[in-house]
């Protein structure tokens, strides 16, 4: 998949491409549904099939504070439209110029002349423009003026709520991690690099990658049973415990996330990018008053994590 980063980086479109446009946050079944239909149309036209998307998304970029409440920042998002088969994703840098850009030169400027597409494809309540003034019905009008097709995706609806990324993080919020899965249409998970620890788990023989993912949405407090990704797409499962670490550190001012790999014997994955799944919660994180307490539990919740490994249909 190849990646653009602004719209300078463009020199050559390809005339006829069929886009989805949209800030796909969480990639999730209402967002896989509008990338389909892309690959689809344009496997009909025998054409490149391309998502659009910006960075920072318009939310983030007018609340200064909304970043933190995304679902995934750039890089996971782009990892998961890659996983969909997509040929090309835009990225369009959304600054204060381009937040002032109209409904009618978005569509001139930038999917007609720049990018040269033939057909784009949004959801159902997709907005566009200075203000979010443009409407489907608008994006319809203006790119028939232009000579581009216009295809607009019903909501994906679970019973009957319709997806979105909103009540996604309403349910992780709730430790709903059933529902999140449900309307994700994939478990859970956060994608974050490995970073230095303070060594304590390996201290007591259970090392733990630390995960820089202080931009990413993330679970409650607790120790989860999850599945890792790690460099060639290699699967290993293990403990991940989100939280302050209350047992050694009194001043942490962010939850954290570090894991222990079950069974693992690779070589030290500092500075790889690792991709966490949220399985099942095992406990509540928890206070101990020494260091034996605290390995005594881990030993406890490994055991809990093979055994519901055996049994249940996560391998």
């Known amino acids: 998949m190849k990646v653009f980063v602004g719209l300078d980086s463009i020199v050559k479109p390809v005339p006829g491409a069929v886009a ?69 994703v835009v990225v369009i840098c959304f600054d204060l110029l381009f937040s002032k850009m109209s409904p009618e030169n978005f569509v001139k400027d930038i999917l007609c002349k720049k990018l040269q597409l033939s057909t784009v494809i949004v959801g159902y309540n997709h907005t566009f423009g200075a203000n979010s003034a443009g409407s489907v019905y608008d994006l319809k009008r203006i790119c028939s003026e232009h000579g581009i097709e216009l295809i607009v995706i019903d909501p994906v609806k679970i019973g009957n709520e319709p997806v979105s990324s909103t009540e996604i993080r309403n349910a992780i919020k709730q430790n709903d991690l059933e529902k999140a899965k449900k309307f994700l249409g994939r478990d859970f998970s956060v994608l974050g690099k490995v970073v230095t620890g303070h060594g304590i788990g390996r201290k007591m ?8 993912v202080s931009h990413e949405f993330i679970p409650a407090s607790g120790v989860y049973l999850v599945r890792t990704g790690i460099k060639s797409d290699n699967i290993y499962y293990g403990i991940a415990n989100v939280g302050v670490r209350p047992t050694f550190f009194q001043t942490v001012q962010f939850p954290l996330v570090e894991v222990h790999l079950l069974d693992f014997s690779g070589k030290d994955l500092y500075k790889s990018s690792m991709e966490v799944s949220f399985l099942k919660k095992i406990r509540e994180e928890m206070e101990f008053s020494n260091l034996e307490e ?22």
């Open 20 to 88: 989805a446009v949209g800030t796909f946050d969480g990639v999730h079944l209402g967002h896989r549904r509008i990338i389909d239909a892309s690959l689809n149309e344009a496997s009909k036209l025998k054409t490149l099939s391309i998502v659009i998307t910006f960075d920072p998304p318009p939310r983030a970029f007018f609340k200064k504070k909304g970043i933190a409440t995304l679902l995934t920042t750039l890089d996971h998002k782009l990892h998961l439209i890659e996983k969909t088969g997509i040929n090309e």
């Open 205 to 212: 023989g259970y090392p733990t990658a630390n995960l820089d």
């Open 294 to 315: 605290l390995k005594d539990k881990i030993h406890e919740d490994e055991k809990w994590a093979k055994k519901t490994l055996e049994t249940e249909s996560y391998l």
